[in-house]
């Protein structure tokens, strides 16, 4: 059957791919139809459409969105919600339908039981909702046999001639035999265009990562291709871009002369709670560290691109990743959890009690790695990543320390670094760590904070969630926030050699209590490596404006 398919796609490839009906006006609004006109300015901008000026060319082309593994819990909890809350406000093109397709026998009613508690519906939402589930429906087939595909392929030409987006919300042990199937049956015709977007993981590692790379680039061009790492579609990572070109104030000492170290980190507060045996296969450098956080070091550590064109952007992203030599087990530490005795509930269980963890497992809980940039701007810097479950707080930030400040004049140890943190998650903020006089007739330093805490500046904006804005890109057919082929073969070049010897070698993780900040070596590592951590200082959030 395998054999049969590659013949077909032989044929398929010979043929011209129909181009893309999408071109560039800058400064245009993205124009679905009559819903997002000017008219909607607010509403895009709240959604930062304008970011490439693209503007869509045929407002009566039907899109057909299929969501294949809708019976899932990625479909259930992110992607039927997000289709709908894109539709509520009026974000898609008019003419849309979505089909969700799997191996499971369920109705598309079933589907709405199972998304409805994720979708958020207001009272007065639920006509609109009503509208939403009725351009809806629900197709089971195999993954692997032509029959299902060629139903789905029926059930997408009823709609006409239509431009095709396929969600791939799919364990990625089957990624090959489907893309094989959509590629062989369900291709768009004629000028219409077939967007194909990829959760990760893409790979377990750098080889893994490039069958499936190669894979895919036999059927697809890279400008069909979307992988998606919802990361980059959260307001606090997009805002680095902005952060770091069009504030004057930071170019100067955006560079080894000014920061002493650049960490990036990302914490859970709760364990794996019964989701071991799937952790457990990939760990946690897998998981957050190779592909969120090298993300974020890249959009940190990048050079100004020529514009803010998909491709300048990734270009310059490409460039950090290959001046980053592979991680040395030297400059890690891993963790994993026990429990915590004085704790309560799930805090008492430690990762080897999880039932579904494999007996005896050192697969590390928590991460931290010291990355080197080895070119002009970041030589001698320190990028520090650092993640791990079953710590003390929910947080994602990058905090970027900068040098001691050079002839001191005030007491030993009074003068703290300045720091400028930007918080992805939760409460976004941005807010500079910085030392001002102690209030009063003293005249000592304490340390005290210039705070843009999103909450409190634009109580009364909507963040959307990462997914809205990626899903709405793959529509207007953006691909600044998606990562490119290019990208994934370095980020995997970067941690695949330290993954291998920890898989082979097994090294003992440090155990650290449930609710903790993680191993103490992991501060004399980052003690190391010129970052300072006092602990005299934290961070509170403002109440919101009245």
């Known amino acids: 059957m395998y054999r049969e398919y590659k013949q077909k796609l032989d044929e398929i490839g010979k043929k011209d791919t129909p181009p893309s009906r999408m071109s560039k006006h800058q400064g245009s609004l993205p124009v679905f139809g009559k819903q997002t006109r000017m008219a909607d300015r607010e509403k895009l901008d709240a959604l930062s459409l304008l970011r490439e000026g693209l503007r869509y060319e045929g407002t009566g082309a039907s899109h057909v969105f299929v969501i294949l593994g809708a019976s899932g819990d990625l479909a259930k909890k992110k992607i039927y919600p997000t289709l709908w809350w894109l539709y509520r406000d009026g974000l898609v093109p008019e003419k849309t339908y979505f089909i969700g397709y799997a191996r499971s026998k369920m109705s598309m009613e079933d589907i709405r039981q199972k998304a409805l508690p994720f979708m958020k519906v207001k009272d007065s939402e639920k006509q609109k ?13 195999s993954y692997d046999k032509p029959d299902g595909f ?14 095709r987006i396929f ?25 219409k265009w077939t967007r194909i977007v990829v959760e990760k993981p893409f790979g377990k590692d750098l080889e893994s990562s490039n069958q499936l790379s190669n894979h895919l680039g036999a059927l697809f061009k890279e400008e069909e291709i979307y992988r998606i790492d919802h990361y980059l579609g959260k307001e606090m990572v997009q805002n680095l871009m902005v952060l770091r070109f069009a504030n004057k104030i930071f170019s100067p000492v ?16 709760f364990g794996t709670q019964g989701r071991g045996g799937y952790f457990d296969e990939f760990g946690i450098i897998r998981d957050v560290m190779q592909n969120h956080l090298l993300q974020i070091l890249t959009l940190v550590a990048m050079e100004k691109p020529p514009s803010t064109g998909a491709e300048d952007i990734r270009n310059e992203k490409v460039k950090v990743l290959k001046s980053i030599s592979q991680v040395e087990l030297d400059n890690v530490v891993l963790g994993q959890y026990v429990g915590n005795p004085e704790g309560q509930g ?5 990762y080897l009690d ?10 590390p809980t928590f991460v931290t790695a010291v990355l080197m940039v080895k070119n002009e701007r970041w030589e001698g810097v320190p990028f520090i990543l650092r993640c791990g479950k079953a710590l003390n707080e929910r947080k994602a ?30 409460d976004e903020a941005v807010y500079l760590k910085m030392m001002t006089k102690s209030p009063g007739m003293t005249f000592g330093c304490e340390e005290t904070e210039l705070d843009l805490s999103y909450k409190s500046r634009y109580k ?52 650290y209590k449930y609710g903790s900040r993680g191993p103490s070596e992991s501060d004399e590592l980052c003690s190391r490596f010129n970052f300072i951590y006092t602990g005299t200082y934290k961070w509170e959030k403002p109440a919101p404006k009245m």
């Open 150 to 163: 060629a139903k789905l392929n029926k059930a997408i030409e009823e709609k006409g001639s239509c431009n």
């Open 129 to 141: 909702m009503e509208e939403f589930f009725k351009v809806n429906e629900y197709i089971a087939g």
């Open 254 to 269: 955006w560079n080894r002369d000014g920061i002493a170290s650049v960490v990036i980190s990302f914490k859970e507060p």
């Open 346 to 350: 799930d805090e008492k269980q430690g």
């Open 167 to 191: 969600y791939l919300a799919l364990p990625p042990s089957v990624y090959e035999t489907v893309t094989l199937n959509l590629k062989a049956v369900c291709m768009s015709k004629g000028d």
């Open 354 to 363: 999880d039932p579904t963890v494999p007996k005896g497992s050192a697969t």
């Open 460 to 511: 009364d904006s909507k963040l959307p969630d990462a997914y809205e804005r990626l899903i709405l890109d793959v529509f207007t057919g953006s691909q600044i926030h998606f990562v490119r082929s290019d990208e994934l073969y370095e980020a995997w070049r970067i941690f695949t050699p330290l993954l291998h010897k920890i898989e082979k070698e097994k090294p003992k993780p440090i155990p």
């Open 397 to 426: 930030e990058v905090r970027i320390q900068f040098k001691d400040v050079a002839g001191d004049i005030f007491p030993a140890g009074e003068v703290k670094r300045n720091e400028l943190v930007i918080r992805v998650q939760p």
